[in-house]
C-alpha cells in the first residue's frame, strides 16, 4: 500500500503540476452542465406561425388569438395569400401556416361545421410532430368553446373534465429530465479521456521505461494510474450534484449514498475501458480518437436525447453493451424517482460484471516489460 501511495502522491503532483489541466477537469464540466441543461431540450418554445384570414371574421380572429396567446407561438405575420406564407417557410422565417378560408364563420354558424388548413414545417420531424401535437391542442379548445358558447342548452358545462397529475416531474421541465442525463455524460468524458491518455503520455515522453524498470508490480502501477482520476470524477459528481440542487433546484430524491456507490462502480468500468485504449495506442492523439468514436456511439445510443425504446429492435439489442445508457437509466431512476436498489439491482449488477470484465482484460493487455 506504501507504493500505491507513492504512486498516487506522484500522480497528483504531475496532475495539479500542468495548468492547462485543471480547467479540463474541473471548469470545463461545470460550464457544460450549465450550457448543455438549458440547450440541449425538444421543447418547442419559440414557433413561428403566420395565418392566411381570408374570412376576417370574429370566429376567425378568436382562432387567430388563441394561437397569439400561447406561450408556445409567436405570430410573425398575416400575408394576403397562401403563396406569400409559404415564401415564409420556405426562407425559414415561419414553422406553421394556419390558412382560414373564406366562410369560416358562415359555415361554423349555419353548417356547424367548418375546415381550415394547416401548415407544419417537417424538415425536423420530431420539432413537427409536437409543433402539430400544440396546434392540435389549440384547435380542439377552440372548438369546444365554440359548441358550449352555440349549444348552451345542451352542454351544462365543459363536456369532459380531465385533471392531469404528472408524477416524478410535475412541471414537466426538460431541464430536470436533462440534469440527471447530462451528469453522467460529464464524468464518462472526464474519466475515460484521462484514463486513456494517462499512460499514453508516459509512452510519449519517455517515462515508461524508467517505470517499467521500477520494481512495483503491474496491479500496483495500475492502482496508482486510475485511482486519482476515480477521485477526480467523483468529485466531478459531486460538484454536478450541488449544481444541480442550487442551480436547477433538482433536489435527489432516493439515498445520495446509494448514487455515489453506484458511480463509484460505474467509474471503474469507465476507467477500466479507457486503460484497455491506452493499451492499445501510441500517441495521446491515437488514444483521443478511439476513445472519442467510442463515446459518440455510447452517448447517442444511451437514451439521453432521444428514447431507447424508439430505436430499431437492432439498435436495441445492440444497446446491451452500452455502460451509459444503464447508468443514465439508473441516475434518473434515483434522483427523479427515489428508487431504491431493489429497484435498479440488475442494472447495478451488469454494470458490475461489466467493470469486473473490462478492467480485468484491461489489466490483461498491459504489459510491464522490464
Known amino acids: 500500500m506504501r507504493t500505491i501511495a507513492y504512486i498516487l502522491q506522484k500522480e497528483f503532483i504531475q496532475i495539479f503540476r500542468d495548468k492547462s489541466l485543471l480547467p479540463i477537469i474541473f471548469i470545463v464540466p461545470v460550464l457544460q452542465l450549465l450550457v448543455l441543461s438549458y440547450a440541449a431540450t425538444f421543447e418547442i418554445n419559440n414557433i413561428r406561425f403566420v395565418v392566411v384570414d381570408h374570412d376576417h371574421s370574429t370566429e376567425s380572429r378568436q382562432l387567430i388569438d388563441k394561437f397569439a396567446g400561447s406561450v408556445f407561438y409567436t405570430d410573425v405575420g398575416q400575408p394576403s395569400n397562401y403563396k406569400a406564407a409559404n415564401q415564409a417557410i420556405k426562407r425559414g422565417v415561419a414553422d406553421q401556416i394556419l390558412v382560414i378560408e373564406a366562410g369560416f364563420e358562415k359555415h361554423l354558424l349555419i353548417n356547424h361545421h367548418a375546415t381550415i388548413q394547416l401548415i407544419t414545417n417537417a424538415i425536423n420531424g420530431s420539432a413537427a410532430s409536437l409543433m402539430n401535437a400544440y396546434a392540435i391542442s389549440i384547435i380542439n379548445d377552440f372548438n369546444n368553446e365554440i359548441i358550449i358558447q352555440k349549444y348552451p342548452g345542451q352542454f351544462k358545462g365543459m363536456p369532459v373534465r380531465i385533471t392531469s397529475s404528472f408524477w416524478y416531474n410535475p412541471e414537466l421541465n426538460y431541464i430536470t429530465y436533462m ?56 468529485v466531478d459528481l ?28 460505474y467509474l471503474i468500468l469507465v476507467l477500466g475501458f479507457g486503460l484497455l485504449v491506452s493499451t492499445l495506442t501510441q500517441t495521446m492523439q491515437q488514444a483521443m480518437f478511439i476513445s472519442w468514436f467510442f463515446l459518440m456511439i455510447f452517448i447517442l445510443m444511451s437514451g439521453l436525447f432521444t428514447p431507447i425504446e424508439s430505436m430499431p429492435v437492432w439498435a436495441q439489442q445492440l444497446n446491451v453493451i452500452n455502460p451509459v445508457a444503464y447508468f443514465i437509466k439508473i441516475n434518473r431512476m434515483i434522483m427523479l424517482k427515489g428508487s431504491g436498489f431493489a429497484d435498479i ?21 498491459y504489459r510491464k516489460r522490464a
Do not use: D
Open 179 to 234: 440534469v440527471p442525463g447530462i451528469l453522467v455524460l460529464l464524468v464518462t468524458i472526464i474519466a475515460m479521456f484521462l484514463s486513456s491518455m494517462n499512460i499514453v503520455k508516459e509512452k510519449e515522453i519517455g517515462t515508461i521505461e524508467q517505470l517499467n524498470v521500477t520494481p512495483i508490480s503491474k496491479f500496483e502501477f495500475i492502482a496508482g494510474k486510475l485511482i486519482p482520476f476515480w477521485i477526480i470524477a467523483m
Open 345 to 365: 439491482q440488475w442494472n447495478f449488477y451488469i454494470i458490475s460484471i461489466y467493470a469486473v470484465l473490462m478492467l480485468g482484460f484491461a489489466t490483461l493487455r
Open 238 to 265: 459531486l460538484i454536478g450534484l450541488l449544481l444541480a440542487r442550487f442551480v436547477f433546484g433538482i433536489v435527489v430524491v432516493g439515498n445520495t449514498f446509494l448514487l455515489l456507490f453506484v458511480a463509484s462502480v
